[in-house]
Every structure is written in structure tokens, then in C-alpha cells.
């Protein structure tokens, strides 16, 4: 008996189709984490993925390159190998194969062993390996971190709430920026570094944001005390976009508790998700949700 699928896998299930058969119980092996096999099948997976990376970025190593070249040639198309085996095995396990071979996961699991063969042809192209660290991705679904994408959303509507304050305070910033490094590039001038505006708008940069690479530092008393104001003005600068995304959230968090009760259930037509507690149907695509257990 298959575990429930969750909420993202009802997504994917909806989105590529769950076939019935032998297709189908391949399909929750790769796809579903909420079954003993499906999770070890991601773990392994995600090792194979770190372990190839390594393999890749060891071989750039010329010392160990050239101690070791056919091993590493031998283990990187022995994950290729791999790679494709699984990457076939997901296109078999949908009912829809054309639509996961144009998903995002779907693309990245192409590109993820192409280079290999394209190898073959293009010496060199072993180098574009380093794609695979895109497909860790499906780390968020072991750790079930799929649970928190509310959070996500939550963040993404209290940064585009913020936007015109964000905005108005960097081009406070940048006016602060232009006539501070103005200022600076007529009192040091280009003998101290200070060879353009442009330049020494890079050095107030440098400094509001406390970083302080130390290639352009001023040589006069008076340039020293404008560069101690900014430092001290980069604190608080610091600070003011992380208060006005946070003041967001808080009345995003306040709005949500005070509004409709919602809950993660998931339509199983359309994969839809974040309906009314008491409601019956979906309110994308009308069809009839399963019955709430949760509230949220």
C-alpha cells in the first residue's frame, strides 16, 4: 500500500500523471519520499549527485588529474551511466513524459548527463558537470521542506509589498553615495586613489556597507572624518530594509490570522493548495477537495 502522496508530490502527480502497473509503483519509488524505499532512493540519489561533483572538481585538480586520470574518467561514466538509467526510469514512470522532460527537474536531469557524451565530440565540455548541483534541489523533499513553502510565499509578498519603500531608501542611499564620493574625490584627490567620481563612489560603497576591501583609503584628516561618518552611517543603513521587511511580515502574519482559515489540502484535479477550511470545492478548477484532517 503506496503512502499518501504530499502536498508538492500531488503537484508533480497531477502535473506528469501516475501511470497504473509496474509504471505506476516506479513512479512512487522515484517520485514519493513518504515511503521507506522512495526516501532511501533520495538519499542515495543525493550522495551519487555530491559524490559525481567531487569526482568533477577533483579531476580539475591538474596534480590529481594526472595521478589519477583514468580512474576519475572511469567513475565519471559510471555516474553518467547512472544518471541516464534514472533519468529514462522517470520518463517511464509517468503517464506523461513529454511534460517532465520539459520541467525544470526535467531539463536539469538532461543537461546532467549530456556533457559526458557530448564529450565525445567537444573535448572540454566536461566542465558543464557542474550542472548537477542544480538537482540537489530535491534535497527540500527528503527534509520535507516542503512544508514551509508558505513560508517562502510569505517572504516573496512582504518583499513586493516593500518595494516602493525599498526603492525610495537605495535611491536615499545612492544620493548619499554620490555626494559623499564627490565629496571625497575633491578633498583626497587622484594622488591619494581617488582617480573619478565613479571611483569614489565605489569606495563610499565599500564603506556604507562596512566591508572595507582596503585598495582606496584616504590620507587626510578631513577625508579620514568623512570616512568615519560613513562607517558609522553604514549601521544604521544596515538595518532599515530588514525592519521594513519585517514590519511587512507582521502585517502579512497579522491579516492571515484574522482572515479565513485555510489548510494545506491539496486538489487532487489540478494540485491546487491553500483552500477555506469549510470549503468543498477547488477554487481554481471546481473540483471536489477530500475532506480537511488538518487546519492551518
Not at 13 to 39: E, M, V
Not at 123 to 143: M, N
Not at 244 to 249: D, G, K, P, R, Y
Not at 265 to 280: F, M, T
Request: proline share 5%.
Amino acid at each position: 500500500m503506496t503512502a499518501a502522496p504530499a502536498p508538492a508530490a500531488s503537484k508533480a502527480l497531477a502535473r506528469y500523471g501516475r501511470p497504473d502497473g509496474w509504471r505506476g509503483r516506479l513512479y512512487d519509488l522515484i517520485f514519493l519520499s513518504d515511503s521507506p524505499a522512495g526516501r532511501r532512493f533520495d538519499i542515495a540519489l543525493v550522495a551519487a549527485i555530491l559524490l559525481s561533483i567531487l569526482v568533477v572538481v577533483l579531476d580539475s585538480v591538474p596534480a590529481i588529474r594526472g595521478r589519477h586520470a583514468g580512474t576519475m574518467h572511469l567513475l565519471e561514466w559510471a555516474f553518467t551511466l547512472g544518471f541516464t538509467v534514472e533519468y529514462v526510469a522517470r520518463l517511464l514512470s509517468v503517464r506523461h513524459p513529454l511534460r517532465y522532460a520539459t520541467s525544470f527537474f526535467g531539463i536539469v536531469d538532461l543537461l546532467s548527463v549530456l556533457p559526458t557524451y557530448v564529450s565525445l565530440l567537444v573535448p572540454g565540455s566536461e566542465a558543464l558537470l557542474d550542472i548537477r548541483i542544480l538537482r540537489l534541489l530535491r534535497v527540500f523533499r527528503i527534509f520535507k521542506l516542503t512544508l514551509y513553502i508558505e513560508e517562502y510565499t510569505r517572504l516573496a509578498e512582504a518583499l513586493a509589498n516593500s518595494r516602493r519603500k525599498i526603492l525610495v531608501f537605495l535611491s536615499v542611499v545612492l544620493m548619499a553615495v554620490l555626494i559623499l564620493g564627490t565629496l571625497m574625490y575633491v578633498i583626497e584627490g587622484p594622488q591619494h586613489g581617488y582617480t573619478s567620481i565613479p571611483t569614489a563612489m565605489y569606495w563610499a560603497i565599500v564603506t556604507m556597507t562596512t566591508v572595507g576591501y582596503g585598495d582606496i583609503t584616504p590620507h587626510t584628516t578631513l577625508g579620514k572624518a568623512i570616512a568615519s561618518f560613513m562607517m558609522l552611517l553604514g549601521w544604521g543603513i544596515l538595518a532599515v530594509p530588514t525592519g521594513i521587511v519585517t514590519a511587512e511580515m507582521t502585517a502579512l502574519r497579522t491579516d492571515r490570522r484574522h482572515g479565513p482559515l485555510r489548510t494545506a489540502r491539496a486538489c487532487g484535479a489540478c494540485g491546487s493548495e491553500g483552500h477555506a477550511a469549510d470549503a468543498q470545492f477547488c477554487k481554481d478548477c471546481g473540483a471536489a477537495l477530500p475532506a480537511a484532517s488538518t487546519t492551518g
